[in-house]
């Protein structure tokens, strides 16, 4: 591992974070500060490097044009590094690793995003673990290829890849799930990859950095008493692209006349409408259920087994890249950067 560099782009969130004295609250803190808190940095034999976003942000501040801004970070550092670690807050990570897999076309290299539950600075935090763990992943090589190259996030000792992961816990280490999709690694006393789940691309171009997402789109969850009048309000939001679907089980959602008469009417004006399923495990299969069916018939595309982040962000990416909806929904029925089995 000698001569791999690493970068270390700190965007914010909990791991770097400090609690105020008086009230108790924690806000984030600049990168300088942090790594003081771990000397054991220094006895990697690896040149480590950092870059800061300005201000560092609480995750939940995170939005389409910061992701760009990741992604616009690695373009431009790419050939100086073997590797990248991002220190995100946990709550929209998910999001984010989905979103930089799909902006960043022709990885090869690995992307590791990682945080903790509990700041750096605090004796129990689990910060320190994850962020060393997630440098010795970044800087893993084999025959001098990377081994993981793909955007991934590591927590507590499970590597996942990004775009199929969900924040499942607020309280214990092991914040992350990847419900339909193996882990990438498992680490205790070794670190033991799964190379059969990992994507290690053919001949890649050139990394493109993707600089657009379309965030014109809705996320409308069904659930047992939803009105006419939200569902009418959400399909007739002024510039809508498209309506992620949060149906129930394989895909379902009721029959009542008004519903599915405002569906159709969404989907001919050319909205998309993308069916995700409200369970974490499993696919949709609108071939299941006469209360699936009817919306398969309408028109509306399958998620398959996406994760409701991922749906967002290639939502937002395709949405951003093409204007054509014949060949964006056909694209969600290909899996793009693993996001779909
Ligand atoms: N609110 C924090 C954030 O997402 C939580 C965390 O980092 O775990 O930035």
């Not at 690695?74 to 991002?86: H, P, Q, R, T």
């Not at 799964?194 to 691309?201: K, L, Q």
Request: charged share 20%; aromatic share 10%; with cysteine.
């Amino acid at each position: 591992m000698g001569s791999s560099s690493i970068l270390v782009i700190y965007t914010g969130g909990t791991i770097g974070m400090v609690q105020d004295p008086e009230t108790g609250e924690l806000s984030p803190v600049n990168f300088v500060e942090i790594s003081k808190k771990i000397p054991e940095l220094m006895r990697f034999d690896l040149n480590i490097e950092t870059f800061s976003f300005v201000p560092p942000l609480d995750s939940a501040e995170i939005d389409p044009e910061i992701w760009i801004r990741m992604a616009a970070v690695i373009k431009e550092n790419y050939s100086l590094f073997d590797g990248f670690v991002i220190l995100h807050g946990t709550d929209t990570m998910a999001y984010s690793a989905s979103a930089l897999s799909f902006l960043l076309e022709n990885l090869d290299k690995p992307v590791i995003f990682t945080g903790s539950q509990l700041p750096l600075g605090m004796l129990r935090t689990d910060g320190k673990e994850n962020l060393i763990t997630a440098i010795e992943i970044a800087a893993a090589k084999e025959n001098n290829t990377p081994i993981v190259p793909e955007v991934c996030i590591f927590f507590q000792n499970r590597l996942f890849r990004g775009n199929r992961t969900t924040k499942y816990n607020v309280e214990y280490f092991n914040a992350f799930r990847s419900d339909n999709y193996p882990h990438l690694a498992e680490t205790g006393v070794n670190i033991r990859y799964n190379r059969s789940a990992i994507i290690y691309p053919p001949e890649t171009g050139k990394l493109k950095a993707h600089t657009r997402m379309n965030s014109n789109i809705a996320i409308l969850k069904i659930f047992p008493g939803i009105t006419r009048e939200l569902v009418y309000a959400i399909y007739n939001i002024p510039e809508l692209r498209a309506v992620i679907m949060e149906t129930y089980g394989a895909g379902n959602a009721p029959t009542l006349p008004w519903f599915i008469s405002l569906t159709r009417g969404a989907v001919s004006k050319g909205i998309i409408i993308l069916n995700v399923t409200q369970c974490a495990t499993g696919s949709v299969d609108m071939t299941q259920y006469k209360t699936g069916k009817q919306l398969q018939d309408i028109g509306v595309s399958s998620g398959y087994d996406i994760t409701i982040e991922a749906a967002l962000a290639k939502m937002m990416f395709l949405l951003a890249q093409s204007t054509s909806n014949k060949e964006i929904r056909a694209l969600f029925n290909e899996s793009l950067r693993g996001e779909i089995n």
